[in-house]
């Protein structure tokens, strides 16, 4: 999660060094998501049936390896390359963790489990820009960008001997079931072919990959399609499908993963229209953004935790009330933007930042807990990559609509003006969620939330 928002605030410094323009900058940030979202589905398939401690272990492994590469790029060509493989591990690495979770611990446990988890994603989401400034402060321009993927390789060094001995190995008695190859192919291709458009817009916030952009989504239905009539037939076949049918007739699982997909498109855009009001349009620095942005990271990550405890007794609640708090704080930091002298924005902004930081812990661990609490632990792996590439889906589209909102408004209303309008675009974002999570609420009060 580091590497999503860490990486931006080099974008310069490699500008500068590799001589890289804007569509090989787009490839390194887009490039990564995109290889995620390909393998996320299919390797939390592969982790439940051949063994999710040894995914983990290649997961992360290789993205150490590639980061180090990362840091060693000699041209902007190579380095794409790389962080395209970097996201390839990434996607093979994050749906085991949930799947663990999901294997290693039960009831009130796995809801505290999921809040430590639900913290670190909020912190590092959120610690990324100013991790990543101060690396590329102290190292100065010309090498800054290579700590930034340096710095995952000690963080791998010490976790996979940890992994090895503390994660659970499949049983050796467990038959493996079968696996469906060309369903696991065409759900990834599907997933990454449906974000194209959404991370095609380019720095201005114009179309980056031209009209053309948007039939990808037909090519992604088109797949879909024939994803779901063969899945119809491997299923009665062989009783061995992708997706699960007790998956998808989950109710519970699907209300969760549509919170997931309305809060991501609203949670992730908050920074980027942070980062774009400071940056672009004040003149603050990047480490100086990222230090702004830091009490929102602050309070996700002393919230969360106390949410994993407090989700198996107030179920979806705690989340209602998470979401609530959440914006009140962007509907404060909207009004900062408005009318706070830029002399005090930057406290008024991390004050602000703080509360709404409260709220984001509040919602992420829950929404996860209560997704997953129904789901059996043998297709956890599967059941958490497709939460994860919802969430990315979401994020993507989040993204398209706050930048080119932003740059749309730019002219007219001046940067402030620009990222107050664009800010009401992800607090609409996150009231859908709220809406969601009401009525999944109202659906749930006269049935216990059991955690398996």
Do not use: C
Request: net charge positive; aromatic share 8%; proline share 5%.
């Amino acid at each position: 999660m580091l590497d999503v928002s860490i990486v931006n605030v080099a974008l310069p410094s490699m500008q500068q060094a590799l001589h890289a323009g804007s569509a090989q900058l787009q490839l390194i940030v887009s490039g990564y998501i995109l290889a995620i979202a390909l393998l996320v589905v299919p390797a939390g398939r592969i982790g439940d049936a051949r063994g999710r401690r040894m995914m983990f272990i290649l997961g992360i492994g290789g993205f150490g390896l590639m980061s180090l590469l990362a840091g060693l790029a000699n041209s902007d060509t190579y380095l794409v390359v790389i962080r395209l493989l970097q996201g390839a591990f990434a996607g093979v690495l994050n749906p085991q963790t949930s799947g663990l979770i999901q294997q290693m611990f039960r009831g009130s446990e796995r809801g505290k489990a999921f809040g430590l988890m639900g913290a670190t994603i909020g912190v590092a989401t959120a610690l990324g820009p100013v991790v990543g400034g101060a690396l590329v402060t102290m190292a100065g321009p010309a090498n800054g960008w290579r700590w930034v993927f340096f710095i995952n390789v000690p963080v791998v060094l010490i976790v996979i001997p940890l992994a090895r001995r503390l994660l659970p190995p499949r049983i050796a008695s467990e038959a493996p079931p079968r696996l469906d190859v060309p369903g696991i192919a065409l759900i990834g291709l599907a997933a990454a072919v449906g974000m194209v458009p959404f991370i095609g817009t380019g720095e201005q916030g114009e179309a980056g990959l031209g009209p053309w952009r948007w039939w990808m989504l037909a090519v992604a239905a088109v797949i879909l399609g024939v994803f779901v009539l063969w899945e119809r037939r491997y299923q009665t076949k062989f009783h061995a499908a992708v997706l699960d049918p007790e998956l998808i007739r989950n109710v519970s699982y699907r209300f969760g993963v549509m919170i997931g997909v309305a809060y991501f498109a609203g949670f992730n855009s908050v920074f980027l229209v942070v980062t774009m009001v400071l940056q672009r349009g004040l003149g603050f620095s990047a480490l100086m953004a990222g230090l702004i942005s830091a009490p929102f990271a602050i309070g996700s990550g002393l919230a969360a935790p106390v949410a994993g405890r407090m989700v198996n007794r107030y179920g979806r609640l705690w989340m209602i009330g998470g979401l609530i708090l959440m914006l009140v704080g962007l509907g404060v930091m909207d009004m900062v933007l408005l009318w706070t002298p830029v002399n005090h924005l930057g406290w008024a902004m991390a004050v602000a930042g703080f509360f709404t930081g409260l709220g984001s812990g509040s919602v992420i661990s829950p929404n996860q807990t209560l997704t997953l609490a129904s789901v059996p632990p043998r297709i956890g792996g599967v059941a958490s990559g497709v939460i994860q590439v919802s969430q990315r889906v979401g994020s993507a589209v989040g993204m398209t609509i706050v930048l080119s909102g932003f740059f749309a408004n730019y002219a007219p209303l001046g940067a402030r003006g620009a990222a107050a309008k664009t800010l009401m675009a992800s607090i609409a974002m996150i009231g859908v969620a709220l809406v969601i999570a009401i009525i999944d609420w109202y659906r749930r009060r006269n049935h216990a939330d059991v955690l398996l």
